[in-house]
Nanobody
Framework: QVQLVESGGGLVQPGGSLRLSCVASGSIFSINSMGWYRQAPGKQRELVARITSGGSTNYADPVKGRFTISRDNAKNTVYLQMNSLKPEDTAIYYC?????????WGQGTQVTVSS
């Protein structure tokens, strides 16, 4: 069984930074892609950033130039560096792995941007 655990969320002032981490444990044989999604109150879950096994990345327009996704394959870990945070970035952030021909989700970590 594969489990994903996110960490790094919290409360930060506008303009601040946070770094999210997501570690996968269990039997992982192959990872096609890793991604970060977020869901704000009353809104649908949306893609924030994604990185493929080949290293290609894509970002949602609202976070381009501010967020950076990276990974450590040896540690089965994906990161999301978030800079210049805005109140509209407030949401629960979830990581997602496409691995072992399955889709796995983390439990989410709260990010709140407020003064």
């Amino acid at each position: 069984q594969v489990q994903l655990v996110e960490s790094g969320g919290g409360l930060v002032q506008p303009g601040g930074s946070l770094r999210l981490s997501c570690v996968a444990s269990g039997s992982i044989f192959s990872i096609n892609s890793m991604g970060w999604y977020r869901q704000a109150p009353g809104k649908q879950r949306e893609l924030v950033a994604r990185i493929t096994s080949g290293g290609s990345t894509n970002y949602a327009d609202p976070v381009k130039g501010r967020f950076t996704i990276s990974r450590d394959n040896a540690k089965n870990t994906v990161y999301l560096q978030m800079n210049s945070l805005k109140p509209e970035d407030t949401a629960i952030y979830y990581c997602k792995f496409n691995a072992n021909n399955n889709v796995y989700w983390g439990q989410g970590t709260q990010v709140t941007v407020s003064s």
